[in-house]
């Protein structure tokens, strides 16, 4: 973990400046139950977890902004100008951020100075746990203190969620950023993504951890299946509304969606609806388990929502697929699941502590022996929102 005062020392370096920058942090997310359920109108439970994206930030007396950041630091500086935030491919990773500040813009907040902006994530890129919605949540609170904008939160959610679906191009819901902006140390966020009506679930493990599992094998959104799955998904709803009085898939309960699966003409198309109508009753059960303290339970979901997601929505792939598989066979696994968008990525583990190095171990042997390298171990605990982190020193 790279320490505040080293980032604020790289700033001044890179930007050769001695001012001291303001320094703000937004968390990357996973999600424990209810995949591919945020568009379409159902619950997820995500958490957000100790990685994430630490921004720093000064005003600048001009209209001049500049861009660094540590992890890619062979771009070095990105430049632009207030009054051209427009989309550009060379700018690479930072059009993220100029995104948000176009949008912030848009909507009428008040963004007359430049500003030097600097970013480190210690997020794996391109694994699915949310690196591009942090960056977003990140700009979002730095140009809210920045700027003194006094932005609600919601409002700053929505902006996040805007920038990737019209400005980046990925057709993806609202979780990432809604659980980056409320998330609570300690607690799941169960979210209805229709209403966006939420409620916070204190996660117990007592004697079992989160692992994060990087399969090392990198997906990038836009380019996957990720716009044809929602594609699908919408042309089953719009089938299923021939005769049900729906807005979304999750309106629906497995039994009526059992009782009208006839409507849907693809059979395609109608292995995807059953994956997000089981999945979201999976979710609301999964957080009743969890606030009963029913962990083994809770497990059986987790390998539930896999097989669906493999099955049904054949998002998972042969990495994910022999990880999860991997970890199944383990003692001390209560669950193991793919998380996020798929096609690659990451998979979660609830495991017990005591074997969590031995899980770590025979994991990736049998995970070597099948594809041919490493996996990537991670403990992760649970923690707040994006914030500003406050000089102690």
Known sequence: MIETPHLISKFQAIFQTRTVPRVFFAPGRINLIGEHTDYNGGHVFPIAINYGTYALGSIREDQKLRFYSMNFPETGIIECDLSDLAYHEQDNWANYPKGMLLFLKNSGCKILQGADLFFYGNLIHSAGLSSSASIELATGVLSNGLYNLNMARMKMIRIGQMVENQYMGVNSGIMDQFVIGMAKTDHALLLNCQTLEYKYAPILLNDYSIIIINTNKQRTLAGSKYNERRAQCEQ?????????????????????????KYLIRDEINRKRAKHVIYENARTLEASRKLQQGDLPYFGKLMNESHHSLRDEYEVTGYELDSIVEAAWKQDGVLGARMTGAGFGGCAIAIVQKTKVNDFKSNVNRIYKEKVGYDADFYPASIGGGAKEIRRRY
């Open 236 to 260: 089953a709803l719009m089938d299923l509304q021939q005769n049900l009085s729906i807005n979304s898939l999750g309106d629906l309960t497995p039994q009526e969606f059992e009782a009208h």
